[in-house]
């Protein structure tokens, strides 16, 4: 491994490059980035009910050429893809880490009553099924509810960021006194600040969760603590 991991991060949106970067600037500064983006993805998955064969196999395309740039892991930051996501994972030999799995497994340790925020729309089913998955999985009884706001993402790819931050706090006032809330994609993430002068429920992003467990992964270091507020 270089002296510097090479970590590959494959965006379906440019909305998602910024948080991750910013992370990765805080918690992994050490890290080489390496970008992979088709935005694509995201307008042709927004099409579709459900993620059919061709797409998986044109993302997992992707996956496999991001290995291939001597990547040492990949993080993938777009939601929508989980199947996808799954199917890369036992066929590479690194590691490849959903975007909210992390995120997950620190919502399900806080408690039992936990709210996300989406504004992908086409993200949500998944979402919900993988949240369940891990809920069952580490043995707890955590009920996610969720809402979505598809109106933010329209604003943010207008880059109006006010408008984006200004209703996801808005609307997410209604988990107050919930044991934490997640805001469901790496983009949403820089709506953390805001919602956390709305209510004193803990308020989790992707993206920090995401590079701790990721340098977790390839570095074998225990990984940090992620704090809600």
């Not at 090479?6 to 970008?35: C, G, K, S």
């Not at 927004?46 to 992707?62: G, H, I, K, W």
Request: with cysteine.
């Amino acid at each position: 491994m270089m002296s510097s991991p090479r970590i590959a991060l494959l965006h379906a949106t440019p909305v998602a490059m910024e948080p991750i970067h910013d992370a990765f600037a805080r918690l992994w500064p050490d890290a080489e980035l390496v970008n992979l983006l088709d935005d694509g993805l995201s307008v042709d998955r927004a099409r579709m009910n459900e993620l059919t064969e061709p797409m998986t196999e044109r993302f997992v395309s992707l996956c496999r050429y991001a290995e291939s740039t001597g990547a040492d892991g990949l993080l993938v930051t777009c939601s929508a893809f989980g199947p996808a996501i799954e199917r890369a994972a036992r066929d590479m030999s690194i590691p490849v880490l959903k975007p909210n799995e992390a995120m997950f497994q620190a919502a399900i340790k806080a408690g039992n009553r936990i709210g996300m925020i989406a504004t992908f729309p086409p993200a949500l089913a998944t979402m919900q099924e993988e949240f369940a998955e891990e809920s069952q999985r580490l043995g707890a009884s955590a009920q996610l509810t969720s809402i979505v706001i598809p109106e933010a993402i329209e604003a943010l790819r207008h880059h109006d960021v006010e408008t984006h931050n200004g209703l996801i706090a808005e609307r997410g006032k209604q988990f107050e006194g919930y044991d934490a809330v997640m805001l469901a994609h790496f983009s949403t993430s820089r709506a953390a600040p805001l919602l956390r002068t709305k209510i004193g429920a803990p308020v989790l992003t992707a993206p920090d969760a995401a590079v701790a467990r990721m340098r977790q992964r390839v570095l074998g270091t225990s990984p940090q603590t992620l704090g809600g507020r």
